[in-house]
């Protein structure tokens, strides 16, 4: 299936690794140009060469969008965002433990970079005739965890926007979709630092154990397996071309099987 997506740019936060990286690489892969987004470059992303524009930046910092925005300009304007950076922090003490600041560092990442990034998006699409928005929510967003508290806040706050934003645009030719991951293979899983490792610890037991109870507490998989970044990325791409052109507001759950209500 073509996706008509050759020749569009597309702004990917977080694109140094895990989902954004994979994004990033099926992006290139159809045509696209991408402005990547990171705090750091990795040899993965430096590999896709000139298809790619890096620019070093910190979503936490409210001027971090318009650099990456400036960098699409350049190559001609902004066809496709996809909103990809976030960070999960275990809470295992509870909720009573979690002060402001730590509530802050979270809506940071999780939910104020991508408000920051659509806003400074939104006249560069609408200078185009129009565009795609591609928000990378997560599972807790209807699927809060005591565990992930803040997180789960975050990204529910990002599906809301999200759809609010379809809502508001939609007349203007710009489409707003999420998709909502259940656990994938990437590092903020299964990482040295990732949730496994952090449970591992906490739980003072082995990886593998810490792995398998953590999925177990939230239903467990009926695919037997975690989510590949590839296939988040396969559906990104979809939502982002032309081929889902009315499209738009929805949510698309992406969890091996993970929530077993309707």
Not at 20 to 46: F, M, N, Q
Not at 246 to 256: H, Q
């Amino acid at each position: 299936m073509d996706l008509e997506l050759d020749g569009k740019n597309a702004i990917v936060t977080g694109a140094g690794r895990g989902i954004g990286l994979a994004v990033t690489t099926a992006l290139v892969a159809e045509g696209v140009h991408v402005i990547a987004g990171s705090r750091s470059t990795t040899p993965a992303l430096a590999a896709l060469g000139d298809a790619v524009t890096f620019v070093s930046v910190d979503l936490t910092d409210p001027e971090a969008p318009e650099q990456l925005v400036s960098a699409a300009r350049a190559q001609g304007g902004l066809d496709i965002l996809v909103n990809n950076v976030g960070a999960v922090t275990l809470r295992d003490e509870g909720f009573l433990a979690i002060d402001d600041g730590a509530w802050r560092r979270t809506f940071e990442v999780c939910f104020f970079s991508m408000l920051r990034m659509s806003r400074a998006a939104i006249p560069e699409l609408v200078a185009r005739g129009g565009g795609s928005v591609v928000t990378i929510s997560s599972v807790n967003a209807f699927l809060p965890d005591p565990g992930v508290i803040d997180y789960s806040a975050a990204k529910a706050s990002v599906w809301n926007l999200s759809k609010a934003l379809s809502k508001e645009f939609g007349p203007r030719n710009i489409r707003f979709n999420s998709i909502s991951p259940g656990p994938v293979a990437t590092d903020l899983w299964l990482g040295e630092h990732g949730v496994a490792a952090t449970a591992a610890a906490q739980l003072g037991v082995d990886f593998a154990s810490a792995r398998d109870t953590v999925i177990a507490a939230q239903g467990g998989f009926s695919t037997g397996r975690f989510t590949e970044p590839a296939e988040v990325a396969d559906l990104a791409l979809v939502l982002a071309s032309g081929r889902a052109g009315n499209v738009t507001g929805s949510d698309f759950l992406i969890d091996g099987g993970l929530i077993k209500t309707l």
